[in-house]
C-alpha cells in the first residue's frame, strides 16, 4: 500500500512515433461517493506527489542521463532547477504520448514524443506552462477530486483528513480520473501568462510559445475520437491562445513570423 497522488497534465494522450505507451497502471471500478468535508492542502499535493512520481518513475521507461533526450532537456533545463522558488527536477518518459506535466514536488516529467515535435523554444514554452500550474497552485482540485475518486472515499470517512494510502489498482483509477479533468480557462490563461512571461525573463523567444499552440491546434484537427481531442475539448481553444500569444508580443515588439507552423515528419530529438 502506498500513498500517492496524481499530478498536472497540459497536452493530452495521442498515438505518436514509435515507444512504449505511458503506464498508469489497471483501474478498478471503485465510484466515489463525494467527500465535501475532506480537508485537503498543497502541504497534502506536496507530499504524496513525490510518491506518486516514484511509482510513474518505476512503471515506465526513463531515458538514462546518456540518451539524447536527457541530455537535450537537460541542455535546456539545467539552469532552471530552481525557479521562482521552486525546486525543480526533470526526467524524460520514453513513450508515444504526446504529454508533459508537472507535480506539487517540483517534479516534471516530459514524454519523449513530445520533444520528438517540439522545438527548443517550443518546449521551453510548454514546460513554462507547466512550471506556471506548479507555482499557481492549480494542482489542488484536480489531484483532490482524483484522489477522492480512487480511494472511493464518503464524507463521513473522510472527514478526519487523513490522507489514505492506495493500492496499485486505485492508482491507476486516480490517473484516468485526472486524465479525464481539466482545468478552468482561468487557470489555463494564467499559466500561458506564467509561460510567456518565464520565456520574456530569460531572453528566450517568445514566438516558440505561439507555434507550440499552433502545432496543439495541427494534432487536435480531425481528431475528435482521441483521447488528445477529448481533453482540448475542456481546454481553451490552442489557435486562440495562440493568437493571444502574438498578440502581446507584438505589442511587446518582440514578434517574428514564425512563417507556416507543421508538424514534424522526422524526430527533432536525435
Known sequence: MKKITICLLFLGAMNAVTAQKINLGK???????????????????????????????????????????????????????????????????????????????????????????????????????????????DTKDAIKSAYLKAAALDAASSASGTVAALNDSQVGKMANEFLDASHSKKQESEADTYSYDFMKANNYNVVGAYSAFKKLALLSEGSTQTGFQKMFNSHPDSEKRAQAIKKRAEKDGLWKDPGTIAIPTTKLTK
Open 27 to 137: 483501474a478498478v471500478g471503485v465510484v466515489s461517493k463525494g467527500a465535501k468535508a475532506f480537508t485537503f492542502t498543497n502541504e497534502d499535493a506536496v507530499k504524496l506527489s513525490k510518491e506518486f512520481v516514484d511509482w510513474m518513475d518505476k512503471n515506465n521507461q526513463v531515458a538514462g542521463p546518456k540518451d539524447p533526450y536527457t541530455v537535450r532537456l537537460n541542455k535546456l533545463f539545467a539552469k532552471h532547477k530552481s525557479q521562482d522558488g521552486l525546486a525543480l527536477n526533470y526526467k524524460v518518459y520514453k513513450v508515444k504520448d504526446i504529454n508533459a506535466f508537472a507535480c506539487a514536488d517540483g517534479s516534471v516529467r516530459v514524454f519523449s514524443s513530445l520533444m520528438d515535435i517540439m522545438t527548443d523554444d517550443e518546449l521551453l514554452a510548454v514546460i513554462g506552462h507547466e512550471i506556471g500550474h506548479v507555482k499557481n497552485q
